[in-house]
């Protein structure tokens, strides 16, 4: 099974703070994104990446940057912390090696800025 | 860019009834794909199914796709408390593995 792990289930951090978000998937899988969701909202694709060192936005990018520096790990970085970025964060993977493959999705970070 | 919309937007059933959820989407897509999240965790892959598929069945979930509507429904038979949890569509519509997710029915199963 595909397992892919998000290194915190919860975390709290202040206002203005650097934030990393860690996520690690075992399949060997190219593609990597990051969500974020909120109540009414469902799930807005933040970055994504296709390949190592490879990264494109997505609908909601501004105040976020990402690291692919290796296949199996990618990495996203709240610059500058804010209030208003405090929600769950979801990572996911899937293989472009054959068309029409479902996502896999960790547990989510349920992040917090005071 | 939320391109699902999801109906209803929550639904409670008694266990052993059987759950029916819509998703209604606005461009042509590749595939569609139904996903289900219990509280707090994270999303988990129920079906996908290509855009010339009319109906798919896995297990007691039928999935069935009108392209012409550009609607599809997800039916859970025989509901299980199990069941209780928040059901998403996603839509790929370039066929680049990108998803576009409406914004999800939560169904709760009465026991």
């Known amino acids: 099974d595909v397992k892919v792990t998000q290194s915190s289930r919860y975390l709290v951090k202040r206002t203005g703070e650097k934030v990393f978000l860690e996520c690690v998937q075992d399949m060997d899988h190219e593609n990597m994104f990051w969500y974020r969701q909120d109540p009414g909202l469902g799930l807005r694709l933040i970055y994504f990446?296709?390949?190592?060192?490879?990264?494109e936005k997505g609908d909601i990018p501004e105040g976020y940057s990402v690291s692919r520096e290796k296949k199996e790990r990618f990495s996203l970085i709240l610059e500058s912390a804010s209030t208003n970025q405090t929600s769950m964060y979801l990572c996911a993977s899937n293989t472009h090696r054959e068309r029409n493959q479902p996502q896999h999705f960790g547990d989510g970070t349920r992040l917090s800025i005071l | 860019s939320q391109q699902g919309e999801e109906d209803p937007q929550a639904l409670s059933i008694q266990e052993g009834e059987n759950a029916t959820m819509n998703c209604s989407y606005k461009t042509s897509i590749n595939n569609l794909q139904w996903y289900r999240q219990n509280s707090g965790r994270g999303l988990v892959h129920l079906i996908l199914i290509r855009s010339n598929e009319r109906e798919k069945h896995s297990g007691r979930l039928r999935v069935t796709l009108d392209t012409s509507k550009k609607s599809s429904s997800l039916l859970i038979t025989a509901s299980r408390a199990a069941d209780t949890a928040s059901y998403f569509c996603?839509?790929?519509?370039?066929?680049?593995?990108?998803?576009?997710f409406g914004q999800g029915t939560r169904l709760t199963i009465n026991p």
């Open positions: 990446s296709y390949d190592v060192k490879m990264k």
């Open positions: 996603a839509t790929d519509a370039t066929g680049a593995q990108k998803l576009v």
